[in-house]
């Protein structure tokens, strides 16, 4: 459904409710898609969205619900009766199930656990005992196995009794404690010769991770090896689920906007722009502008230090903002250069001698490059002393710009701590405290006592 | 394979490689798979790599140049013996083989694809034709599709006659012109009454996307439905392929990489940044970096008109690095913020008026907060008027900052460019011009008669 189609449900929709028009409400809903009622729900009032819950049947109730932004899937939810969403959620797949409930109180969550079957419920229960950053957190316990001595034929009269796991494309293979040893494709089943043992017509050199692993790790499998599914297995190697190569694809979007964000220095929103509150807003962006106020008042000090040299030769204060913002702007480049290689695993720590000469090789033709281009603007302004001045200063603060914006990232890494810390925000403001002490000595050096 | 278990794999062929080993290499490379072998290629010389193709089985080696990062598959690549390339290409899949091709000159491509049979020389010159990032450029033309009449058992026994799909998950149904009409997972197969048409057993509703639709779009589409493959038709609506969801991580992490550059304002780089040459990452640097001086000649002009002020209230000179960080922090953030929700679709163009006032509302409260952290600094370094004058600027700065970096995403956006080119430094060096402004007209209608 495009853009233009999606807007049209959504004024629709919302015509329909102001008319009161349930029957044509109705009407308009059953021919669409859960993932497209979600989006409309988006530009619609919390009641009006549970309005139109209650109207679903509820299997797409619960796929709405699962669709909505968390934000909204909180408020949307809550109001609803437990009733109604215990059904709803029934109908989803238990790890879908387990992320709905995520957002809801632990009253809400036990009054709607309350109403569930036992199975149901402990299948979800378990689920949300994994960290939700996990394997664990992500994976779908739904998978199809059977013991390595059932023969294929059999192997296919069980399918075909198996109900409703409508996306699976492998079989696993396990031994008698349910541990994974062999994997095969739907496909081959059927082209394998019926009388054949699992074990012999499976693959046996299964890649699997570990129901603990981190999300990103098991996406970066799924990513590199291009399976569909990726088997997860418990720290005995039993099978408890598969992640698919679709979840991943939201583990990589949650995972780059968390980055993209942290490199903007925001804090982690964990929903949508339009869905965040404004106190939410405020707090995510107001602790680093706050904490990088502090690093500027060494800019200042800088400053303070060099008053003289200042009141003399008032002309340098024109090349300051100039010169700082280079330094910063070359230190962004080369953060964010490096964020994203070492998030998508392109550059190890292990590379940072490798990259360090490039760098200052880079910087280096860099600094001499806009060096060049200050130099006229300086003969323009003031004279040749403060051009050299300014040139000089210009190559050795995108150098020193360039170096840090670089070496932030890595030795945050090295800590053990998100390189994405190493924001452009950050990495200006370092770069403005060390460019402002860089331009004022050396114009001090080379102005200093012609001019004092 | 983690990290550490590839980077011994990496020095144990090094080592085999110095000793010339010949056997042990083969030895060694024999339990690999490619995707490792890939790995480890990346910190080889392009000879040693070349050594290594060599030595593997034509459809490994195929599967090690398709895994390789695009400047290193180039370098490597063109070293070997088309002859021997062919081979190892024909083992791919066309759409990979086309991916492969991208990187060579048109020469060699040439005499590559004169050693193989016709039709996979047809099928790989067919998928080249299309722009890469369109769905052409992703498809695999490898499809599972039957006529509608077909009965489910005939298609069972099509589908054991079926060589190598393995990865496909379904069943594509079509009309007598190939026209898509109908798509069903391959379990269903199994499970359906074997006399029946497909026609009556298939979904009949398929979403699917047209060949020459941008790959973004497609990828998205993949993401919001949660499909494991979508079917790709022509203007015609004839089914010529499919998009797994595999391919479509790459596409995001593609997109990403590119678009986490182009907010650090560097131009894309198209490769990894362990693989890029000396010259291709300077002259991605410098382009921004020399039209931010041009913008930053601005501020030198502002402070210039202001000199008079400047020489009386040298104090003034210590907030400035301060404050116009400040409006470039907030700046940058706000640009982040809506960058990457237009990017993931959180945020349409239409949203702008919506999001503006609470844009306002949130950047006013950040600006306070500030300010009251930079008044007692300026009542420290200064006296009262200069710290009013100074925590005023902040307020007026942070929302100017703010607005200008919410604001350049959106108006990019409208006039169809990317909202990514709203770099962090551009925007940082707008909000520093107009900072730089700010602070000095109200510090000289503050101050400048008091103290002029």
Request: aromatic letters at 8%.
């Amino acid at each position: 459904m495009t853009t233009n189609e999606n807007n049209r449900l959504t004024a629709q929709i919302q015509d329909a409710l102001e008319q009161k028009d349930t029957e044509r409400l109705r009407f308009l809903l059953r021919k669409q898609r859960p993932e497209d009622i979600a989006e409309a729900c988006h530009f619609l009032h919390a009641y009006e969205c549970d309005h139109i819950l209650e109207l679903l049947p509820p299997d797409v109730a619960g796929h709405v619900l699962y669709e909505l932004d968390p934000v909204v899937r909180g408020e949307v939810g809550e109001m609803l009766d437990p009733r109604v969403v215990s059904e709803a959620l029934t109908a989803l797949a238990p790890e879908e199930a387990a992320d709905v409930f995520e957002v809801f109180s632990d009253e809400f969550t036990e009054s709607v656990l309350g109403y569930m079957n036992p199975e149901a419920y402990g299948s979800i229960e378990k689920l949300m005992s994994y960290r939700p950053d996990s394997a664990g957190g992500i994976m779908t316990p739904d998978v199809f196995w059977l013991h390595e001595d059932t023969s294929v034929d059999e192997a296919v009269y069980t399918l075909q009794d198996t109900e409703d796991i409508d996306a699976i494309s492998y079989l696993y293979v396990v031994d008698k404690d349910r541990r994974l040893t062999g994997v095969m494709p739907l496909k081959r089943l059927i082209t394998s010769d019926g009388n054949r043992k699992l074990a012999d017509v499976a693959t046996r050199d299964v890649i699997s991770a570990r129901v603990d692993d981190d999300q990103e790790d098991v996406a970066h499998m799924v990513e590199k090896y291009d399976f569909s599914a990726l088997p997860i297995v418990d720290a005995q190697g039993v099978l408890v689920g598969r992640v698919k190569s679709d979840d991943v694809i939201d583990v990589f979007q949650e995972e780059t906007t968390e980055d993209m964000q942290k490199v903007g220095s925001v804090m982690p929103l964990n929903t949508s722009v339009l869905n965040a509150s404004f106190t939410a807003l405020y707090l995510r962006r107001v602790v680093w502008l706050v904490l990088l106020v502090f690093v500027n008042i060494f800019s200042g000090a800088g400053i303070a230090h060099y008053e003289e040299l200042i009141e003399a030769v008032v002309a340098l204060v024109f090349f300051l903002p100039l010169l700082i913002d280079s330094g910063g702007n070359s230190g962004s480049q080369a953060a964010t250069l490096i964020i994203r290689s070492l998030a998508t695993g392109d550059v190890r720590v292990g590379d940072y001698s490798r990259l360090l000469l490039r760098e200052v090789a880079v910087s280096l033709m860099l600094g001499l490059s806009m060096a060049a281009a200050v130099f006229f603007l300086g003969l323009y302004r003031a004279d040749i002393q403060v051009a050299l001045a300014v040139s000089l200063s210009m190559v050795c603060i995108v150098i020193m710009g360039s170096l840090l914006g670089m070496s932030l990232p890595f030795i945050l890494a090295r800590f053990k701590m998100d390189p994405a810390t190493a924001s452009a925000p950050l990495v200006t403001s370092m770069a403005d405290v060390l460019g402002v002490l860089i331009y004022l000595s050396i114009a001090n050096a080379m102005l200093g006592i012609a001019n004092g």
